[in-house]
Structures are given as C-alpha cells and as structure tokens.
C-alpha cells in the first residue's frame, strides 16, 4: 500500500498547478518560436521571465560579449546593449540593432533611423523600441553587416564544457599518482571505465596497431561529444545549451576527421579513389569511378556532421514540443485542460530525457567509430601489398 500513497502527493500538485493557472492570464504562445530559439544560437543567454509587482516582464539573462569588425574598425560591447532586442548600440561607424530569433536566425546589422517616406514605401522598417530603423544597404543593395566574432552562447558552453571536462580527467589523473596501486574511486572509477570501453571496443578493432597513433584524438572526440550531449540535457545554468545541436560545431567535429584522414592516407588510399581495383577499366578511364570514389571521400564528413546534429536537436525539440503543448492547449481549451495534459506532458518528457541519455551516449559512440573507421580505410595497408 506504501506505493499509492504518492498518488494524493501528485494530485495535491496538480490541484495547486491548477490554482495557479486559473490566476494566470491567457497570453498568445508562438511555439515554433520558443522552441526554435531555445535550441538555435544567440547573443546573450536567457535563463528565464519574471513580471514584477508593477506588472512588467523581466529577463534574466547572461549577457556575452559582442565583438564586430566593421570597416576596419572593432567593436566591443555587452549584448546587454541591446536589451534583448529592444535597443540599439552607436558604434563608431554604424548602430547595430540585433534582429531576428524565433524562428529567424539572430544576427546585428547595421540600421539608420527611418524617415517617414521609408517607412511608407515599404524598406522593411525595424521596430526597436519606439523607434523605426532601416538597413544600411551598399551600393549593389546589400544589407550591409559587420563581421561578427561574438562570445555567443554555443561558443561560451564550449568554453564550460572544455573547461569542466578538463578538470575532470586533469583530477582524475591525480587520483592515479595518489592512489597509486589502489583501485579506482569516484570520478576516477567512470573515466577509466570510458577510456578502456573506447580502446578497446572502438579503436583498437578498426585501427590495430595504429590505436596508439590516433587514440589520443578519438577519445578526445569522444569526451567531447559525450559530454557536450549530457550537459545539453540539463536544463540548468550553466547547462543546457544545444552544443552538438548546432552544424557549425559538428561541421568543426566533422572537418578535423576529414583532415586527420586524409592527410594520412597512404597511396594505397588514394590509389583505390583514383584507380578503384576490381572494376573494369573503361569505368576508371571514363572516368566515372574516380568521381564516384572522390564524392564519397567529401560525403563521409558530411555524414559524420548531419546524423549528429539531427539526432540532438530532434530530440531538444521533441522534449520542448511536450512542454509547449501544455500551455497551447490552457489556452485553447482551458487552464483545466492544461493542467491536466501537464501530468501526461511531463511523464512523456522525462521519458524523452531518459531516452536522449541513452542518444547521448550512442551518437558519441558512433561518431568515434566512423571516425576510426574511415581513418583506418586510409592509413591500413593491404595484405597482398
């Protein structure tokens, strides 16, 4: 009988959830929006809102640092300047207002305030504020933006990520000359347990006697991965951010793999692109298997890139779709409604969670192994050579 009693818990809290919505105001939810931006990059990092007892939302956020080159000139400034949107910066050349999010990619452009006949003849006016402001454009009517090496939210949980995975195998490390000849412990005990795991079930199998070559650069790619995943499932600060959901970073991932590949390949590698054994040779003279045999040496990468982004933003964006539904239908049906769905919401989102850890793990897994895999096709040697 001691399971049920954590049912009257539940319903007191799903009474209590419904008390406090029925209080709420109806407000118009954008969800492609929410969710969109909260796995899509920016320039400052939201955390949450707030209404004050005067009845005005505030945001909490981190602001970064925005750093822009704009005709030779650098700019550097907090993206609190902008007020989430909401203001411009006076550069020394240009202002720059902050558009787009959402559904729209983020990005500072430099703007001008709008005249009237602007704003009639339709120049896409920009509402910042109370205050209308168009694009600069060039001479060819281009919409003239600064070269933007911003501190962006991605890039700012790279920095934790690295920072924290770093300290955690630097002290990892040392439990080994502390403890030495004693069992692992702790910390210790789980990243003896991946190094191993990745040594011998990834590396060792595809790359032979090259694992000792190449390992330090798979498990490193394999750290990253793994914990970049696992920190993006934590909806916290300093977590939570879509790392490997984003292409840039899977692309970097991606492209040092194709380098590492194929700056080693040997001649038999390059041999088997430009000269394919086994098939006729009218087909290597056309030359139609040498194309073939050179896009699939640009595809790899590509692969590599897009299975990992798709899989950790679908699984972001599912997670989110359960939490939005909750509010569309409070306010389509009803707070009862919506109180009603959050307990089955929930349940499902935890669900999903549960099920991205699992992803989290095996896309850090086969990213590693397909690394291995297309690095070993153009470093091994065949045997008949």
């Known amino acids: 009988m001691r399971k049920f009693r954590i049912f009257p818990v539940l319903l007191a809290l799903l009474a209590l959830t419904l008390a406090s919505c029925s209080k709420a105001e109806k407000e118009e939810v954008d969800s492609g929006s929410i969710i969109i931006g909260h796995v899509t990059d920016s320039h400052s990092w939201h955390i949450c809102d707030f209404k004050t007892k005067e009845g005005k939302e505030k945001s909490v956020a981190v602001n970064l640092p925005v750093i822009l080159l704009d005709d030779g000139h650098l700019e550097v400034f907090s993206s609190k300047r902008f007020h989430h949107g909401h203001a411009v ?9 902050l558009v787009g999010g959402g559904l729209v990619k983020e990005e500072i452009v430099c703007v001008e305030k709008a005249n009237p006949e ?27 933006k600064p070269l933007d090496f911003s501190i962006t939210k991605t890039a700012a949980a790279i920095i934790i990520a690295v920072t924290l995975l770093i300290v955690i195998v630097l002290a990892s490390a040392k439990q080994y000359k502390v403890r030495d000849g004693k069992a692992p412990h702790g910390m210790q005990s789980l990243i003896e347990i991946l190094v191993l795991h990745v040594k011998d079930d990834i590396v060792e199998p ?5 694992t000792r070559r190449f390992l330090p ?6 750290f990253f991965i793994i914990f970049c995943n696992i920190l993006g499932l934590i909806p916290i600060f300093p977590a939570g951010a879509n790392i490997t959901g984003n ?8 492209l040092i793999t194709f380098f590492i ?22 087909l290597k003279i ?18 590599l890139m897009i299975r990992l982004f798709a899989n950790m933003t679908a699984g972001h964006i599912v997670i989110l779709g359960f939490v939005v539904i909750i ?7 009803g707070m009862a409604v919506g109180g009603a769905v959050s307990v089955v919401s929930v349940i499902f989102a935890v669900f999903i969670s549960l099920l991205e850890c699992l992803v989290a793990y095996i896309q850090a897994f086969v990213f590693t192994m397909l690394s291995a895999l297309y690095i070993s096709m153009a470093v091994e040697t065949p045997e008949e050579a």
Request: proline content about 6%; charged content about 15%; glycine content about 8%.
């Open 118 to 144: 602007q704003a009639r003849v339709g120049d896409e006016p920009i509402e910042v504020g109370e205050e209308l402001y168009v694009t600069v454009k060039d001479a060819d009517g281009n919409v003239v």
């Open 261 to 282: 590949t194929n700056f080693n390949g040997n001649k038999h590698y390059w041999k088997d692109v430009f000269w394919t054994p086994g098939v006729p040779s009218w």
């Open 217 to 222: 650069y798979l498990l490193t790619l394999f």
């Open 327 to 333: 509010f569309i239908l409070s306010n389509s049906l």
């Open 286 to 303: 056309f030359p139609l298997m040498p194309i073939v045999e050179l896009v699939g040496v640009f595809t790899k990468p590509i692969v």
């Open 206 to 210: 595809i790359l032979g006697h090259n």
């Open 89 to 97: 910066y006076q550069g020394k050349n240009h202002l720059y207002a």
């Open 247 to 254: 292409i840039a970073v899977t692309a970097i991932l991606a």
